[in-house]
């Protein structure tokens, strides 16, 4: 009896003993399909980001050829407006244009209205120097200096000829 006992308990023991690497294979299976997941998902993440640089750099050159094209319209336009036709009253008057709008806006009217906006905002009980920084706010500053570049850069583009 203790005979068939001992043999009975050694098959157990086998067969577990047998069991023991196949759990293990599993549990050796079950953690590396975590990381192929795991990969995969770094994988697209990463394929993800790449895609989105991709677009921003076809981006980006996209815009370097439109502001060489808008700069060199500008060029074309400031020549064609600087050639002459030979008659007097139109090539003076071509060569006025841009002086007298830029009197008109920059010495005239646009600062007769921050002047006149000025004397409200003091009328209206604001301090001196808290009404200026209102009336000469972001949009006053990007319209000076586009008027400024606008000159300068006509100058620029007329010495590199």
Same mark, same amino acid.
């Given at each position: 009896m203790?005979?068939g006992?001992i043999?009975?308990l050694?098959?157990g023991?086998?067969? *577990?003993?047998?069991?023991v690497?196949? !759990?293990?294979?599993f549990?050796t299976?079950?953690?590396?399909?975590a990381h192929?997941l795991a990969m995969?998902?770094?994988?697209?993440?990463?394929?993800? !980001?790449?895609s989105?640089l991709?677009?921003e750099e076809?981006?980006a050159?996209g815009q370097?050829?439109l502001?060489?094209a808008?700069?060199?319209a500008?060029k074309?336009g !400031?020549r064609a #407006?600087?050639?002459?036709t030979?008659?007097?009253?139109?090539d003076g008057?071509?060569q006025?244009v841009r002086?007298?709008?830029t *009197?008109?806006?920059v010495?005239?009217?646009y600062p007769g209205?921050?002047?006149?906006?000025? !004397?409200?905002?003091?009328?209206?009980?604001d301090?001196?120097?808290?009404?200026?920084v209102?009336? *000469?706010g972001?949009?006053?500053?990007?319209?000076v200096a586009?008027?400024?570049? *606008?000159w300068?850069l006509?100058?620029?583009?007329k010495? #590199?000829?």
């Open positions: 203790l005979e006992l043999t009975l050694g098959g023991l086998g067969g *577990f003993l047998r069991l690497p196949e !759990i293990m294979k549990f299976a079950k953690g590396d399909r192929e995969f998902e770094k994988q697209i993440e990463a394929d993800r !980001i790449r989105q991709k677009i076809t981006a050159a370097v050829v502001d060489a808008g700069l060199e500008l074309e !400031i #407006q600087g050639q002459m030979g008659n007097p009253w139109i008057l071509n006025l002086p007298l709008i *009197f008109q806006w010495i005239l009217l209205v921050i002047v006149a906006t000025y !004397i409200l905002m003091l009328q209206g009980g301090g001196a120097l808290n009404a200026l209102k009336v *000469f972001p949009e006053e500053k990007a319209m586009g008027i400024v570049n *606008f300068f006509d100058r620029v583009i010495h #590199q000829r």
